[in-house]
């Protein structure tokens, strides 16, 4: 979601017209350029996470860790507990392979600076130098098998929480996503939480490596002489301190731009969008968008820049403290050698292992904050699944009939909910629906008409069983829709929405996207459905026919005018002919005239079906005046009722609006 800039955005813009603000092109652009950034980098909701892991403590992060890897661990053994012992033994062996290895250049070197010739010498280490060989032989075969079972790994943890997920938010009821903040929570989930899930995995395995070498070198220092623990201290705790300092440099910066780089996503993907190329250059936008841009790209390349020398600055100083710790070992190291207490064979395999250490922990504390960041995307899409599951649709083990006879509402009410950021002292939200009372028939037309806002589009949700009313009663032949099952409601009534979504796949797929099988699609009642919608032509004249995928994204596929949307979606509709409703919301409004009544004479020949409820809903009234039934809406409750030759003798707003309509046809001077 991009903010947008509200009243407060334009002071500068209208400052800068009364003479107030800047006074040349450079110093206007400068404050358009510091309004853009501060506009830009307010956080997203979606971002939250971003950098959060440069704000907690060490120790939260320590104690959050673990529980993090369980986790993973757990989703890895249900997505393929082979990959996962694979991952965990591998690791396992390749921690001890390399502290073998230690210990084996040890006894090397040992022989190596012994008494003798020095070809006795070499022959005398050769045997340690094969078990070396092998020893990093083994553990490269190892590693291999940790990249093999985390690529085996990971895309089914990743598979697993795709089924889960998108199935809920297939299944969930729609006033889910009315709720701003389950949308916002599932969106977020869908975006970043899967993905991140997936980049959790080698995360752990990082984690996990980094600690158990670090354990590996340690153990191969005290095997060397105690008294090297204590100095490995001195040596890798600057360094572990100035990586912790850069990484949190790092979140910390990500943070302050992550919105700054999430609106250069948006702008770049309009600039570049083929659908909306027409626009932007018919509204002249290009310049202004590719400016905005470039202004927000050159932000983000000076903190970058201004980031490296923070990070270099800080690498610098640990370094120097590094140094000064490490010779400070290597001193105690020489004088421990120069003492007699320890050989130079286990002096220079002390020397190796402080560098593993040193390289083990630089790469677990960058792995830690990276897994940190990534498991809060990954609790957010865990909630976000619980909250799914709890609105999943009403199961009742009873569907409701096929046909009805009356539909009733009685006192139906519906507010939408307010999203959990909205102001606390803001008034609450207006009711969209109070008090309706409705009365529906099979084989008639029931026409819903009045101004925007009015409620009719909320009514259309309740009748096709997509949300359901706060208070009110909903009946079908006497029974509450409450008794039944919410899927067979809606399995019950076929719905075409004024701003209908074609998929991108076939025009066939298009009009019978109600088949759950593509196998078992009617291609005779397809093209019933679309000759009654007047859409056969349309049909004929795509590239390859019933075949032809409706989206220009697609090498061959094809981006059907309003117009021909506007056709599909009806034919799509018609094309359940199981329902016992039918509703059209605003279906012709992207329609010529001659289409337009086309339609309309359709609509009304539905009637002859006998079994079938039409609803319709439209701001054209000359399209309602053959509907048997018209409820005229007005701030959310039914205010007039009737057919049109009633409503039109009570003079109310029913006739007021048609009137209004008329005039633009019959009396040229209401245009002028």
Same mark, same amino acid.
């Given at each position: 979601?991009?903010?947008?800039?509200?009243?407060?955005?334009?002071?500068?813009?209208?400052?800068?017209?009364?003479?107030?603000?800047?006074?040349?092109?450079?110093?206007?652009?400068?404050?358009?350029?510091?309004?853009?950034?501060?506009?830009?980098?307010?956080?997203?909701?979606?971002?939250?996470?971003?950098?959060?892991?440069?704000?907690?403590?060490?120790?939260?992060?320590?104690?959050?860790?673990?529980?993090?890897?369980?986790?993973?661990?757990?989703?890895?053994?249900?997505?393929?507990?082979?990959?996962?012992?694979?991952?965990?033994?591998?690791?396992?062996?390749?921690?001890?392979?390399?502290?073998?290895?230690?210990?084996?250049?040890?006894?090397?070197?040992?022989?190596?600076?012994?008494?003798?010739?020095?070809?006795?010498?070499?022959?005398?280490?050769?045997?340690?130098?094969?078990?070396?060989?092998?020893?990093?032989?083994?553990?490269?075969?190892?590693?291999?098998?940790?990249?093999?079972?985390?690529?085996?790994?990971?895309?089914?943890?990743?598979?697993?929480?795709?089924?889960?997920?998108?199935?809920?938010?297939?299944?969930?009821?729609?006033?889910?996503?009315?709720?701003?903040?389950?949308?916002?929570?599932?969106?977020?989930?869908?975006?970043?939480?899967?993905?991140?899930?997936?980049?959790?995995?080698?995360?752990?395995?990082?984690?996990?490596?980094?600690?158990?070498?670090?354990?590996?070198?340690? =153990?191969?220092?005290?095997? @060397?002489?105690? *008294?090297?623990?204590? #100095? +490995?201290? %001195?040596?890798?705790?600057?360094? &572990? /301190?100035?990586?912790?300092?850069?990484?949190?440099?790092?979140?910390?910066?990500?943070?302050?731009?992550?919105?700054?780089?999430?609106?250069?996503?948006?702008?770049?993907?309009?600039?570049?969008?083929?659908?909306?190329?027409?626009?932007?250059?018919?509204?002249?936008?290009?310049?202004?968008?590719?400016?905005?841009?470039?202004?927000?790209?050159?932000?983000?390349?000076?903190?970058?820049?201004?980031?490296?020398?923070?990070?270099?600055?800080?690498?610098?100083?640990?370094?120097?403290?590094?140094?000064?710790?490490?010779?400070?070992?290597?001193?105690?190291?020489?004088?421990?050698?120069?003492?007699?207490?320890?050989?130079?064979?286990?002096?220079? =395999?002390?020397?190796?292992? @402080?560098?593993? *250490?040193?390289?083990? #922990? +630089?790469? %677990?504390?960058?792995?830690?904050? &990276? /897994?940190?960041?990534?498991?809060?995307?990954?609790?957010?899409?865990?909630?976000?699944?619980?909250?799914?599951?709890?609105?999943?649709?009403?199961?009742?083990?009873?569907?409701?009939?096929?046909?009805?006879?009356?539909?009733?509402?009685?006192?139906?009410?519906?507010?939408?909910?307010?999203?959990?950021?909205?102001?606390?002292?803001?008034?609450?939200?207006?009711?969209?629906?109070?008090?309706?009372?409705?009365?529906?028939?099979?084989?008639?037309?029931?026409?819903?008409?009045?101004?925007?806002?009015?409620?009719?589009?909320?009514?259309?949700?309740?009748?096709?069983?997509?949300?359901?009313?706060?208070?009110?009663?909903?009946?079908?032949?006497?029974?509450?829709?409450?008794?039944?099952?919410?899927?067979?409601?809606?399995?019950?009534?076929?719905?075409?929405?004024?701003?209908?979504?074609?998929?991108?796949?076939?025009?066939?797929?298009?009009?019978?996207?109600?088949?759950?099988?593509?196998?078992?699609?009617?291609?005779?009642?397809?093209?019933?459905?679309?000759?009654?919608?007047?859409?056969?032509?349309?049909?004929?004249?795509?590239?390859?026919?019933?075949?032809?995928?409706?989206?220009?994204?697609?090498?061959?596929?094809?981006?059907?005018?309003?117009?021909?949307?506007?056709?599909?979606?009806?034919?799509?509709?018609?094309?359940?002919?199981?329902?016992?409703?039918?509703?059209?919301?605003?279906?012709?409004?992207?329609?010529?005239?001659?289409?337009?009544?086309?339609?309309?004479?359709?609509?009304?020949?539905?009637?002859?079906?006998?079994?079938?409820?039409?609803?319709?809903?439209?701001?054209?009234?000359?399209?309602?005046?053959?509907?048997?039934?018209?409820?005229?809406?007005?701030?959310?409750?039914?205010?007039?009722?009737?057919?049109?030759?009633?409503?039109?003798?009570?003079?109310?707003?029913?006739?007021?609006?048609?009137?209004?309509?008329?005039?633009?046809?019959?009396?040229?001077?209401?245009?002028?």
């Amino acid at each position: 979601m991009v903010r947008r800039v509200g009243r407060g955005g334009n002071r500068s813009a209208r400052r800068t017209v009364a003479g107030r603000g800047p006074s040349t092109p450079a110093a206007a652009q400068a404050e358009l350029g510091a309004q853009l950034l501060d506009e830009a980098m307010k956080e997203a909701s979606w971002l939250r996470h971003l950098g959060e892991a440069g704000k907690v403590s060490i120790w939260v992060i320590a104690k959050r860790i673990p529980v993090v890897i369980g986790q993973i661990a757990r989703l890895g053994w249900r997505a393929s507990p082979r990959a996962l012992f694979t991952v965990v033994a591998c690791t396992v062996l390749s921690a001890v392979l390399a502290g073998l290895a230690l210990v084996e250049s040890v006894h090397v070197l040992a022989v190596l600076f012994g008494p003798g010739a020095s070809a006795a010498r070499i022959r005398s280490a050769l045997p340690s130098v094969l078990v070396l060989v092998a020893l990093y032989s083994v553990r490269a075969c190892s590693d291999t098998a940790i990249n093999y079972g985390q690529a085996q790994l990971a895309p089914r943890i990743k598979r697993n929480a795709e089924i889960e997920l998108y199935g809920l938010m297939a299944q969930v009821k729609a006033d889910a996503f009315a709720d701003a903040d389950l949308a916002d929570d599932l969106q977020r989930a869908a975006d970043n939480g899967i993905g991140y899930l997936q980049q959790s995995v080698p995360g752990c395995i990082a984690v996990v490596s980094s600690i158990l070498s670090m354990v590996s070198s340690a =153990g191969v220092l005290a095997y @060397l002489h105690p *008294v090297l623990l204590p #100095l +490995l201290l %001195l040596a890798v705790l600057p360094t &572990g /301190l100035a990586s912790v300092r850069s990484a949190r440099a790092e979140f910390r910066s990500r943070l302050r731009f992550s919105s700054i780089s999430r609106r250069l996503w948006i702008l770049a993907w309009i600039l570049i969008d083929p659908e909306q190329a027409g626009e932007l250059r018919a509204c002249a936008a290009g310049p202004r968008l590719f400016g905005e841009h470039a202004l927000l790209a050159d932000a983000v390349r000076d903190e970058r820049i201004r980031l490296g020398r923070e990070q270099a600055a800080t690498a610098l100083a640990g370094r120097a403290v590094t140094g000064v710790g490490t010779g400070v070992v290597y001193g105690a190291l020489a004088w421990m050698l120069t003492a007699g207490w320890l050989p130079l064979s286990r002096g220079l =395999g002390a020397a190796m292992a @402080l560098r593993s *250490v040193q390289s083990s #922990l +630089l790469a %677990l504390v960058l792995s830690v904050h &990276g /897994l940190f960041e990534q498991a809060l995307w990954v609790q957010d899409l865990t909630d976000a699944i619980t909250a799914a599951r709890a609105r999943l649709p009403r199961t009742t083990g009873v569907s409701c009939p096929e046909q009805f006879s009356v539909l009733e509402l009685t006192g139906v009410e519906y507010t939408y909910p307010r999203a959990r950021d909205d102001d606390e002292n803001e008034a609450a939200p207006r009711p969209a629906l109070t008090g309706v009372d409705l009365v529906i028939k099979a084989g008639e037309v029931t026409a819903l008409v009045g101004s925007n806002g009015a409620g009719k589009s909320t009514l259309v949700k309740i009748l096709a069983g997509l949300i359901e009313p706060d208070s009110g009663r909903v009946a079908w032949d006497g029974r509450e829709t409450g008794e039944f099952d919410s899927e067979s409601v809606i399995a019950r009534v076929a719905m075409c929405p004024q701003d209908a979504t074609l998929y991108p796949i076939t025009a066939l797929g298009n009009i019978a996207v109600s088949e759950p099988d593509p196998q078992h699609i009617d291609r005779v009642r397809a093209r019933s459905a679309v000759t009654l919608a007047g859409a056969t032509e349309m049909i004929e004249e795509l590239p390859r026919g019933w075949e032809t995928v409706l989206s220009g994204r697609f090498r061959g596929g094809v981006e059907l005018s309003g117009g021909q949307r506007a056709k599909a979606a009806i034919a799509r509709a018609l094309y359940r002919t199981d329902v016992a409703m039918i509703i059209l919301d605003e279906p012709t409004a992207n329609l010529d005239p001659l289409a337009e009544a086309e339609t309309y004479r359709t609509v009304m020949s539905l009637r002859d079906r006998g079994d079938v409820a039409i609803i319709l809903v439209s701001h054209r009234l000359g399209a309602v005046v053959g509907a048997d039934h018209i409820a005229v809406f007005d701030q959310g409750r039914i205010v007039e009722a009737g057919t049109h030759t009633e409503l039109v003798a009570q003079g109310g707003l029913y006739q007021r609006m048609y009137e209004a309509q008329l005039a633009m046809y019959v009396n040229r001077q209401t245009l002028i």
